[in-house]
């Protein structure tokens, strides 16, 4: 029960990851010193998009269902549990670069606005 639990937890974590890169740009509106924690994990993010890598949290998940006596899976996250529910089928190499590429280019909108905003204020 434990590493069922643990591996749910990794989960909830790798998604909250994502969200944080796709959205956390927001939290540069309210004060800019997230930009020290948003962007290292932006970049990460879309290295780990742009260069197919699995981020470690994947094998960890896996590592933890399979002490736990569960199955594992053998695609990165974002296929097993974002993908099929988003994008049932058609998930290419050339869609990740694209998923890559929007998280780019939505946190350079997200810190054009925050270093705009800041700049008025002053």
Do not use: D
Not at 40 to 46: D, F, L, N, Y
Not at 68 to 97: D, V
Request: charged share 15%; proline share 4%; net charge positive.
């Amino acid at each position: 029960m434990f590493y069922w639990i643990a591996a749910n937890i990794i989960v909830l974590t790798h998604l909250g990851f994502i969200l944080f890169v796709v959205s956390g740009g927001l939290l540069l509106l309210r004060n800019r010193k997230w930009a020290w924690v948003h962007l290292p994990a932006v970049i990460w993010g879309s290295i780990v998009e742009l260069t197919g890598w699995i981020c470690p949290l994947t094998p960890l998940e896996n590592w933890l269902r399979q002490k736990g006596g569960h199955e594992i899976y053998r695609e990165a996250f974002i296929e097993h549990y974002i993908m099929p529910i988003i994008y049932p089928s058609g998930y290419t190499r050339g869609f990740q670069i694209l998923l890559g590429i929007l998280v780019i280019s939505i946190n350079i909108f997200l810190y054009a606005l925050a270093f705009r905003k800041s700049r008025r204020t002053r």
